[in-house]
């Protein structure tokens, strides 16, 4: 119960300060231009607290449901508003009305909302590089034989330095950077025994996109050294019938070294319904156990067990100085805007699987968890969905703020606003577009509780 109240409310504070920000964003720029402010709500429904601004003019809101929020602005929704309405408005305020604009002050209020999500961000992760993250060393804890990275001179006990002269400081910056060297050659700078040594690579081609491969075990043959735990085993699952506990330290899958999660995942779901060897440490005894996967909805095999990782090396903070942590919130921002752009083309064209998609359930997932690992982790999750909120709201769909420059742009281009009934209709498809991702977001996370 107490899990469930802490992620819930990581959920609320996560989302209600987005929001908050995002909509921040439109309000200051609005004022800023002179254009006048009826209300600033956090949050949809009845309101819980309200308020007046100093100049009595607009009125701040927050409401019971904080999945959302809006700024009203005088003139925005001319048709809302009847000739007799107009005109009882005074001159002063006809002036400062949002329709009453030249298009590049309406594009600017329109572009402020992401923009703002942006500078969270870029902020977010500079107060993550100047208080530190604790990361997975790049330090090598094992090389798979005849493997690319052997045949290279890669040994155990080597610590990556640079991708390509990229500095390199921990485990996941290094995998990301081997990403985009996928059917090249690359060349890596290794610490062995305190002297520096250059180590050349080609990196194969992968059948599936690289976004899904975990590059330096599977294409490369060198990981961490990670030992694989078995964090949680669900109650009536096959693991529980197996035997399997949590605690246990696995060894072997079917006769084969297991060094990763991934590995662990590949040779279960290959297995449905078959009988699966799993060597397990526990208590310094070995046991050899023998569990039947379940198929699940897309005929894979699955245990029903949760699994965490410990690397042989450790995890160390790495630390940044001022002017790093400055560059490391642009750098950083700018690579997950294009990540999320890359991923969610890539979702389209089928690439990678909408299955990939998360809702609502798995954001509050993700809040709790990373609420529980500190403050570090929440800003860095805080980060992500705020570029992530960035990204989405500058696509070109009606109802959303790129939509809106859209709109902008075509009424520039044609010396005149675009036909209210046509807006309307590009509208109402935007409306349905946001609703059906919402709907199918939302099936994903039920569908990822009901398989554990």
């Known amino acids: 119960m107490m899990e469930i109240l802490h992620t819930a409310l990581s959920f609320v504070l996560a989302i209600a300060l987005l929001i908050a920000v995002h909509e921040y964003g439109h309000f200051i720029v609005a004022r800023k231009l002179g254009i006048k402010v009826e209300k600033f709500s956090i949050g949809f429904g009845p309101a819980l607290f309200s308020w007046r601004s100093r100049d009595q003019e607009v009125l701040y809101v927050i409401a019971a449901i904080p999945l959302g929020g809006y700024v009203k602005m005088l003139g925005e929704n001319p048709d809302e508003q009847g000739d007799d309405a107009k005109a009882e408005l005074s001159d002063a305020d006809k002036k400062r009305a949002f329709d009453a604009q030249p298009v590049w002050k309406r594009a600017a209020v329109a572009v402020a909302g992401p923009g703002f999500n942006f500078l969270f961000a870029i902020a977010a992760y500079m107060l993550v590089g100047w208080l530190g993250q604790t990361v997975l060393p790049p330090v090598v804890g094992h090389v798979a034989p005849a493997s690319i990275a052997e045949q290279a001179g890669m040994q155990v006990g080597d610590r990556i330095q640079a991708v390509a002269e990229r500095d390199i400081h921990s485990w996941q910056q290094m995998e990301e950077s081997l990403k985009n060297f996928t059917g090249g050659n690359v060349e890596l700078r290794v610490l062995r025994d305190a002297v520096p040594v250059t180590l050349k690579m080609a990196v194969p081609l992968p059948d599936k996109d690289p976004l899904l491969l975990n590059v330096t075990d599977e294409l490369l043959g060198f990981d961490p050294g990670l030992s694989l735990i078995i964090d949680h085993v669900g109650q009536g699952s096959p693991a529980e019938r197996a035997g399997l506990k949590g605690g246990d330290i696995v060894v072997r899958v079917n006769s084969q ?22 060597a397990v440490m526990r208590d310094k005894t070995l046991l050899q156990l023998q569990v039947v996967p379940e198929k699940d909805a897309q005929q894979q095999g699955r245990i029903g067990v949760r699994l965490t990782s410990r690397s042989l090396h450790g ?62 982790s929440f800003l860095t999750f ?14 070109p769909i009606p109802i959303l703020d790129g939509g809106h420059l859209a709109y902008l742009g075509m009424e520039k281009l044609r010396g005149k606003p675009l036909a209210p009934k046509v807006m309307e209709a590009t509208q109402m498809v935007g409306l349905m577009l946001i609703i059906a991702l919402m709907v199918f977001a939302f099936y994903n996370d039920i569908s990822r509780l009901f398989r554990g």
Do not use: C
């Not at 990763?260 to 297995?271: E, L, M, R, S, V």
């Not at 805080?382 to 909120?389: D, E, K, Q």
């Open 257 to 278: 070294k297991i060094t990763d999660i991934h590995h662990f995942i590949a040779q279960i779901k290959g297995h449905a319904d078959s009988r699966v060897g799993v």
């Open 315 to 376: 995890t160390e903070t790495y630390r940044m100085g001022i002017v790093d942590g400055l560059q490391y919130g642009f750098q950083r921002t700018w690579e997950m805007s294009a990540l999320t752009l890359q991923v969610f083309g890539k979702m389209l064209t089928s690439a990678i699987s909408p299955d990939n998609l998360g809702g609502p359930i798995a954001i509050a997932q993700l809040a709790g968890k990373t609420a529980e690992l500190g403050l570090v």
């Open 382 to 395: 805080l980060a992500l969905i705020s570029v992530n909120l960035g990204v989405l709201n500058l696509l």
